[in-house]
């Protein structure tokens, strides 16, 4: 069946950089996410990756994809209070309608 | 502007009371989605609907009861079945297919959720 895991907590200084990283099971994905998710609001999407590109850059944000090793990583570069959240790695796949996530992982920065 | 509202933001349920939560969007979205979360457990899938008149069972579908009679609506109905409903519901859509016939990338709009609590 379909999985995406990820870690739980990650704790970063500010400007530091934050790699946020993900495992999935399906070997079928189309496209892999990361969402964000601000204290009590909905998610956002972030940034996205076709499965056959490995990598993909915009900005501060950089998401590497390994598919031999079904994992992904978002890299957030100069991370600021503003980039404290919970993140979303997500996945899906052509032969389903539906969208997969992992249990997020809470990113907060120490000053 | 364009968006996925859900209401009420915050709603209280004695157990044994069935409550709906609403979710309009005017995106004109073809697809629609529920998930559920809780702390530690990212969203799971309630139910997701495809196409007006049509929908389909996720991964916790029991105790949960959905309509589409329109595509810009999909509530959620929590019934006194659901043995343990206090959580935070998301609502979602997403276009399947474009204007020009190409399926798109995917992207789940989200609402800013209802957070249920029973008491």
């Known amino acids: 069946g379909e999985d995406v895991e990820q870690s739980l907590f990650l704790s970063v200084r500010e400007g530091d950089s934050s790699v946020i990283n993900c495992t999935y099971t399906?070997?079928?994905?189309?496209?892999l996410y990361w969402y964000k998710q601000e204290p009590g609001a909905g998610l956002q999407l972030l940034t996205y990756?076709?499965?056959?590109?490995d990598m993909k850059q915009d900005q501060r944000l950089t998401v590497l994809l390994n598919k031999k090793d079904k994992h992904l990583s978002l890299r957030i570069a100069d991370t600021q209070t503003g980039d404290s959240a919970i993140y979303f790695c997500?996945?899906?796949?052509?032969?389903?309608?539906?969208?997969?996530f992992g249990s997020g992982t809470r990113l907060s920065i120490r000053p | 502007d364009g968006g996925i509202t859900q209401s009420p933001k915050y709603l209280f349920r004695k157990e044994g009371q069935n409550v709906t939560l609403s979710c309009e969007q005017n995106?004109?979205?073809?697809?629609m989605y529920w998930y559920r979360q809780d702390p530690g457990q990212g969203l799971r899938l309630i139910y997701y609907?495809?196409?007006?008149?049509?929908?389909q069972k996720g991964d916790i579908a029991e105790g949960y009861s959905v309509s589409r009679e329109k595509k810009e609506s999909f509530p959620l109905t929590v019934t006194s079945a659901q043995k343990n409903p206090t959580a935070f519901y998301l609502c979602?859509?997403?276009?399947?297919?474009?204007?020009?016939?190409?399926?798109?990338?995917?992207?789940?709009?989200f609402g800013e959720g209802s957070r249920l609590t029973v008491l």
């Open positions: 979602a859509s997403s276009i399947r297919v474009t204007p020009t016939g190409t399926v798109n990338t995917g992207e789940l709009f």
């Open positions: 399906d070997s079928s994905s189309t496209y």
């Open positions: 990756i076709f499965s056959n590109m």
């Open positions: 997500a996945e899906s796949y052509s032969s389903a309608s539906k969208i997969i």
């Open positions: 995106l004109n979205h073809d697809a």
């Open positions: 609907s495809q196409i007006v008149n049509d929908f």
